[in-house]
Nanobody, 120 residues
Framework: VQLQASGGGLVQAGGSLRLSCAAS????????MGWYRQAPGKERELVAA???????NYADSVKGRFTISRDNAGNTVYLQMNSLKPEDTAVYYC???????????????WGQGTQVTVSS
């Protein structure tokens, strides 16, 4: 199983970026996908998550600015980030809670991080 993330970059405060993460490989079902971020010297934190049923969850710090969504197949997740702030600067990691076989429990899989830098 691989999670391929893309879309990070450098943007000025107030700007927008869209992150994408595609899950591929031997996947039976995906329970949820999400985005985490880790800033220097800080712990990794949940940014946003979306379940297979479409329920979403956001960190308070990004509510109203970020939107998480999935494609119809459910294997790609997007994070639209608007009104970006310097404090959003971090490495963003894609996460998927999935199983690879009918009888297997779900496990967490992680993509490589993508750097988001917001300049003031």
């Amino acid at each position: 199983v691989q999670l391929q993330a893309s879309g990070g970059g450098l943007v000025q405060a107030g700007g927008s970026l869209r992150l994408s993460c595609a899950a591929s490989g031997s996947i039976f079902s995906i329970n949820a996908m999400g985005w985490y971020r880790q800033a220097p010297g800080k712990e990794r934190e949940l940014v946003a998550a979306i379940t297979s049923g479409g329920s979403t969850n956001y960190a308070d710090s990004v509510k109203g600015r970020f939107t998480i969504s999935r494609d119809n197949a459910g294997n790609t997740v997007y994070l639209q980030m608007n009104s970006l702030k310097p404090e959003d600067t971090a490495v963003y990691y894609c996460n998927a809670d999935l199983n690879t076989d009918y009888d297997d429990p779900t496990e967490d899989y992680w993509g490589q991080g993508t750097q988001v830098t917001v300049s003031s």
